[in-house]
């Protein structure tokens, strides 16, 4: 299959977050278009395990959606950062846990048409509780849940997010006996 050609790009709008982008293109066959979508450094996604099994999940207020939403922890890519170190900054933010050990699951594009966001899937073990300090714009309840009852919420759609859903396909297979 044969690439688009990039013609030129230019910044729209900057934030903390992302930027929000358009480029100008060319198609193989010659036809010009224009591609509008959000740049971002990546994103890390933790699924925190304690020493018992539970999960570590988090629930907050999701502005877009106006509700609640259940999640592993998950943030975004500072500049120059790792994912390990994302991974690592946001379950003690978000959770108030510090990593002792940290494996890579897998990786997955959340929205694929409008960002260019990758984001990376880890397992974390041998935890260590700390303090939470999460951003201002978080308000968190940090939840312990056992695979069986994430699968159940899945299942009543108490767990809707797209992000979370695709981490746990993903990560899933490490709980079955």
């Known amino acids: 299959m044969k690439k688009w050609e990039k013609l030129s790009e230019e910044i729209l709008h900057k934030n903390p977050w992302w930027t929000y982008r358009h ?62 170190e994302a991974a690592r900054i946001e379950l003690e933010e978000e959770a108030g846990y510090k990593i002792g050990e940290l494996s890579f ?29 999460p951003d201002e714009t978080e308000e968190i309840e940090i939840l312990f849940k056992t695979p069986e009852e994430i699968d159940k919420m899945i299942e009543t759609n108490e767990i809707w997010d797209g992000q979370v859903l695709a981490a746990w396909a993903m990560a899933r297979k490490y709980f079955i006996k």
């Open 105 to 133: 699951v897998g990786e997955m594009a959340s929205c694929k048409g409008l960002v260019d966001e990758m984001i990376k899937v880890f397992l974390a073990k041998k935890l260590e509780k700390t303090e939470s300090h």
């Open 23 to 84: 480029e100008k293109y060319v198609l193989p066959k010659g036809k010009e278009g224009d591609y509008y979508y959000m740049h971002t450094n990546g994103g890390a996604s933790v699924i925190p395990v304690l020493d018992d099994g539970r999960i570590i999940m988090t629930k907050q207020w999701r502005y877009l959606f106006k509700r609640e939403n259940i999640e592993f922890p998950i943030g975004g890519l500072k500049e120059n950062q790792s994912y390990e």
